[in-house]
């Protein structure tokens, strides 16, 4: 029995230092443009019995009656608008409502919520981040061309770029039907890893940015109570060692 529980707490251990984990990263995240958090998902493992079927010889009267613990799953991208925030700036755009920005860098399409562009050498629209490798796509999937001489940049609502009283692009705005299809992949992008994308119905919000949707106060009390928790953990498993140890000192000496 203590060797179970040895086990169950040290599986709570692994659990809230997961969590402590996803909440750190969301954490330095907090001032990402439109960053979104990441959920630790937790489930209650099964009892090994129930678990695998090769596991009914080990069948027990107390022990299946018990919890099998806790087990890690995959993290889950929470895809919630962040608030929009006004910066001035020609070139920044927020998304209000869903959808997401479609760029690429030549060979590889990703999708982001990350308005925050600039105009590279060639005259492309392309993301402020990772240096300026990632191209605006218009909603025909082209490359989208400014000119300085043409005038001022603005996006209106319905997507449509202009520069001056000239219209140059429209964005499209796209979505997946199912959202657990799109996968983090760095540089604060998602990739489609099954099904298609198809036309969104948010509304581009010019010179605005969004920010990220993590809450860092409700974060920073998870972040606390995770690390009680883990605390709390490590003290059951020095706790069982320790009557462990003294059942097998005391066996010694009777025997």
């Known amino acids: 029995m203590s060797s179970y529980g040895l086990w169950l707490s040290a599986a709570g251990m692994q659990v809230n230092q997961h969590r402590q984990t996803v909440l750190a990263n969301n954490m330095a ?7 979104k ?5 937790i489930a209650q493992r099964p009892v090994e019995s129930r678990e695998d079927a090769a596991g009914l010889e080990f069948m ?18 929470d895809l919630s608008q962040g608030g929009i925030e006004r910066t001035g700036r020609e070139m920044d755009m927020a998304i209000d409502g869903e959808g997401f920005f479609t760029v690429s860098d030549g060979t590889t399409t990703r ?3 990350n308005g925050s562009l600039s105009m590279n050498r060639e005259g492309e629209l392309v993301l402020s981040a990772g240096g300026g490798r990632w191209r605006m796509l218009d909603e025909g999937g082209a490359r989208i061309l400014l000119q300085a001489e043409r005038g001022r940049l603005s996006v209106a609502q319905d997507g449509v770029v202009r520069q001056g009283k000239e219209e140059i ?10 959202a657990t299809s799109l996968r983090k992949v760095g540089e604060n992008l998602f990739e489609l890893t099954r099904g298609e994308m198809v036309r969104a119905g948010g509304r581009i919000e010019k010179e ?8 860092s106060m409700r974060g920073l009390a998870q972040m606390i109570e995770a690390t009680r928790a883990y605390e709390l953990n490590a003290n ?10 003294q059942a097998i000192s005391r066996v010694g000496r009777v025997a």
Request: net charge negative.
């Open 29 to 35: 995240n907090i001032d990402t443009t439109a960053f």
């Open 37 to 41: 958090q990441d959920l630790a998902r």
């Open 60 to 77: 027990h009267s107390v022990l299946d009656g018990m919890s099998g613990g806790l087990e890690v799953k995959a993290s889950q991208h």
């Open 111 to 113: 999708y982001t919520r």
């Open 169 to 178: 692009a429209r964005i499209g705005l796209v979505k997946s039907e199912d």
């Open 208 to 215: 605005s940015l969004e920010r990220s949707n993590f809450d």
């Open 236 to 245: 059951m498993v020095r706790m069982q060692d320790d009557l462990t140890g």
